[in-house]
Structure formats: C-alpha cells, structure tokens
C-alpha cells in the first residue's frame, strides 16, 4: 500500500490522494459508552482521555511502526496490518480495563478485518497529511469507518468484539496526557462541525471540497483552535490523578512536568527538553481538521464567521447534499500523545469545549431524524 502524502488539507478532500487498505488489515475501534450521559455530567476531559487510550495504547504497543488513527472525541480508530492483530487485541483489551478502572467509563472495542467491511458494501482508503517535517495525520475515506463503528454496536458484529478478561495486562499509556487548560477562544466561538455527504456512492464525493473552501472563504483567517496565546499549563498538572491511575510514578508526573514548565517558561534546554520551542510546535501538530469518512473541524472564529459558516451548511442541506452537526462553545479541550519531544514525536488531539464533537454528531443525527 503506497498511501500519497499531501502538504495541504485541502488536498485530502481529493479522492485521487486515497490508496485502498489492504484486505487483511483490520479496523481497531475504541468507542466510550454513554458519552453523551458523561459528557452531560461534565468529564469532558475524561471522555477525551477514554477515546484517546484506543490510539496511544495500540500506538505503543507497535513500537516502530507507523499506524493511521482517527480521534473522534469519544472514541479512537486505529488501522492494524494482520501481524499485528495480537498485539492490537490486547491493548483494546488493556485500555478497557484501565478506563473502567480509572475514569469509571465503559469502552465498547472491537477489531474487525477491513474484508468483512468490504462485504458490507464500504470501503477504507488512506492518505496522509503533513502536519510537520516529521509528523503527518492519517485521513480516512470510503464509509469504512462508520461501518466498523454500526458493526462494533451490533449483533451482526458480536464476534468482533473485545472484552478484557481476567488474564488482561493494563496497556502502556505511555505519553498520554491532558495537562492543559481548556483553550480559550481568541475569536469568540470554538466551532465543532461534522459534515456528511448525502452521496454514499463513491468514496470521497466532491461536495466535500466545494463546501472546505466555502467555509475557508467565511473566515478571515486561520483557525486553528491552539495558539501559543492561549496555551497554558499549571503545576501541579492538570489530569495529575488520571495519570497516576495509568500507573505513571510521580516523578514522572510531577516531576517531568515541572521540569517541562520550567522549560517552557524560561527558554531554557533541560535534558534536551527545550519548552519554548515545543510550544511553538504544538499549533501545527494538532488534528483539528480532518477527514474520517465526514469532514471533521474544531475552529477558532467569530460569532459572525461561525453563522456564516451554519448558513452554508444549510443551504447545502436543503439542496440535498449534506447533513451536518454543529456546537458552539467557548473554549476547546487538548489531549496529547507525546512519545518524544522531537519533532514529529508528538500529536495534540482536540475537541470542542462542553462535549464538542459528541455534541455535534448528537446535533448531526437529530437535524437528519427532522428531514425523514
């Protein structure tokens, strides 16, 4: 599989930028039961760290090995080639166990071979987005991701289901983390959108293009929802306690972090560890935008811009095109995976403040319902 790497988001919109997975590849999917019923109750964060658990931890349990994933929020998909599949089962195995443990939330996994997908009548198609010199961001196509997602949920699908049991090790979190406080819009509007084509007859239909560069022409600038103006960490950690129950030891909880705050507050290079220059980075590995079977975005703007932008997504609407899911609030929320602080070596998962995307995706499935 030669998947093309694209420099540009709007390139990923094209379906001649997709190669075909593999048949005997499988789909890992980490989904958190009743996140709506949590994310009502206020563990935005803890959500966030569930559905971040299925990448880190089959991430780190394939060392050296360059997995595409998706976060959605609430819920992680890993692509897994077949000689991978046990150590992908044990770790969905592993992240389950320490999220009813830790964050007393249930999540539904299950690992299902892209053939089985395929004979549902959806495909999976990968390209990849630059982000950094050494960091891309995987983009997913083909309606294979929403398939695994209904499949994992039902009776059709129970026997790819996975379930800890009683032999099950704990998965390596290693790098996991959500130290940061909720960032605060700089515009006025932190915007989660999810937007679907209506078309489910090719993979990448072409209104998704049409529709990225309406919304880009809406807005005056940039929107990327991290800025180094709203970035800020405290000590002791934030997520201090999750991180602990991870089986992290204090120093590196406490400890790395203080000496990462240092860092980053002074300029100064501590055991290779220079913070300024991290910070600087973090804008540009974040997964903001993305394609994962919908067009996904948490951006930064204006009141103004973010009607503009709902205007938009109505009228193509009520052309037939799209159905689509949108929440505002006024801050994001930033979960990272930090396997080094090289370059490349880290990736920033955002979702829109107050529940973000599984808010818009519960805005997506009523606004449909209301069409029928």
Not at 3 to 28: G, I, M, N, Q
Not at 91 to 96: D, E, I, R, T
Not at 142 to 160: H, M, N, P, R, W
Not at 236 to 244: F, K, L
Request: proline share 4%.
């Amino acid at each position: 599989m030669h998947a093309k790497t694209v420099a540009s988001f709007a390139e990923t919109l094209d379906p001649a930028s997709y190669a075909r997975v593999p048949d005997d590849w499988l789909v890992a999917v980490g989904d958190v039961a009743q996140s709506t019923v949590a994310i009502q109750a206020g563990r935005y964060k803890d959500v966030n760290l569930a559905g971040a658990a299925t990448i880190v931890g089959i991430l780190n349990a394939c060392p050296g090995r360059d997995l595409p994933f998706a976060f959605g929020g609430d819920g992680g998909i890993v692509l897994v080639p077949s000689d991978l599949e046990p150590q992908a089962r044990n770790a969905l195995k592993g992240v389950q166990q320490i999220s009813r443990r830790a964050l007393s939330l249930d999540l539904r996994c299950a690992l299902m071979p892209i053939a089985a997908i395929r004979a549902e009548g959806r495909d999976v198609r990968l390209a990849y987005q630059t982000l950094a010199p050494k960091r891309k961001l995987a983009m997913m196509s083909g309606g294979g991701l929403d398939c695994a997602e209904i499949l994992a949920k039902s009776a059709k699908g129970a026997s790819f289901v996975v379930t800890a049991d009683t032999t099950t090790e704990d998965a390596d979190l290693s790098g996991l983390s959500c130290r940061w406080k909720p960032l605060e819009s700089q515009r006025g509007v932190m915007l989660s959108a999810i937007i679907r084509a209506k078309d489910d007859t090719t993979s990448l239909p072409a209104i998704y293009r049409a529709i990225y560069d309406q919304i880009q022409s809406a807005l005056a600038r940039d929107a990327c929802p991290v800025a180094l103006s709203n970035l800020n960490a405290t000590w002791p950690p934030r997520g201090s306690a999750q991180e602990r129950a991870f089986g992290r030891t204090l120093f590196e909880v406490y400890g790395q972090s203080l000496l990462g705050l240092i860092s980053e507050k002074t300029g100064i290079t501590i055991g290779g560890f220079n913070g300024q220059n991290y910070l600087r980075a973090l804008p540009s590995h974040s997964d903001y935008r993305k394609f994962a079977d919908s067009l996904r975005m948490v951006i930064d703007c204006s009141t103004r811009e973010a009607d503009g932008i709902e205007s938009i997504l109505r009228d193509s609407r009520g052309a037939g095109l799209i159905d689509f899911g949108l929440h505002r609030a006024s801050t994001a929320l930033m979960t990272c995976f930090v396997s080094s602080t090289d370059n490349g070596g880290h990736v920033h998962f955002i979702d829109g403040g107050d529940g973000g995307y599984a808010m818009a995706a519960q805005d997506l499935k009523t606004q449909s319902k209301t069409q029928i």
